[in-house]
């Protein structure tokens, strides 16, 4: 399996800030990299995929960038309904496996 | 537009087979590079990709669980099946449904999810 480690795995930021995400394959998925956002008690959603491709309706203050074995989800100006979960995924191989998670809460 | 639901039991008890569906509108898995996969997720804890079955019925699942799960789909009633034996505690948790297209695979579309409790 491809393991994805994400970091940090939380971090603290106020309204404004800009964020970074990173994670980490440990092998080469080329560019088969999905963010994802998920809020407390609801289902994740897709912010970006194919590293830097935004999702239909997602805010253009999401930014990915990355190919290979590095990725980065960058927030650009921190907005109140961002503070939330964030998990990478890989969808190069079976299992699709997910990285463990960055909680953004408010500093 | 595309949406999903997954039903199935709240409770199970350790041992038991868990059956849950996932009912889908807005698409066919008819269609070429369409899939539907499963994910779990425990309480507090991050997502876990378990199966994944494509509009030719090939069908992918997650070593982790790969002897205890079979997937299918039923084209004519929109709805895909997750099954699970022998259920245990650490299976507890909200398992998730979710729309997919070749070629990048991404989960673009979630069901709302339905928790599942492995309990005595």
């Known amino acids: 399996d491809i393991q994805m480690t994400q970091s940090p795995s939380s971090l603290s930021a106020s309204v404004g800030d800009r964020v970074t995400i990173s994670c980490r394959a440990s092998?080469?998925?080329?560019?088969?990299l999905n963010w994802y956002q998920q809020k407390p008690g609801k289902a994740p959603e897709l912010l970006i995929y194919a590293a830097s491709t935004l999702q239909s309706g997602v805010p253009s203050r999401f930014n990915g960038s990355g190919s290979g074995t590095d990725f980065t989800l960058t927030i650009s100006s921190l907005h109140r309904e961002d503070f939330a979960t964030y998990y990478c995924q890989q969808s190069y191989n079976t299992p699709g496996m997910f990285g463990q998670g960055t909680k953004v809460d408010l500093k | 537009q595309i949406t999903l639901k997954e039903s199935g039991p709240a409770l199970v008890k350790p041992t038991q087979t868990l059956t849950l569906t996932c009912t889908f509108s807005?698409?066919?898995?008819?269609?070429?590079?369409?899939?539907v996969g499963w994910i779990r997720q425990p309480p507090g804890k991050a997502l876990e990709w378990l199966a994944l079955?494509?509009?030719?019925?090939?069908?992918w699942y997650s070593p982790s669980v790969k002897s205890r799960v079979t997937i299918t789909k039923d084209t004519s009633k929109n709805q895909v099946v997750l099954t699970m034996t022998n259920m245990d505690v650490v299976d507890t948790g909200t398992y998730y449904c979710?729309?997919?297209?070749?070629?990048?695979?991404?989960?673009?579309?979630w069901g709302q999810g339905t928790t599942v409790t492995v309990s005595s």
């Open positions: 092998q080469s998925i080329t560019s088969y």
């Open positions: 807005g698409f066919s898995l008819r269609r070429s590079g369409v899939g």
């Open positions: 979710a729309h997919t297209t070749a070629p990048w695979l991404h989960l673009d579309v």
């Open positions: 079955i494509y509009w030719d019925d090939d069908k």
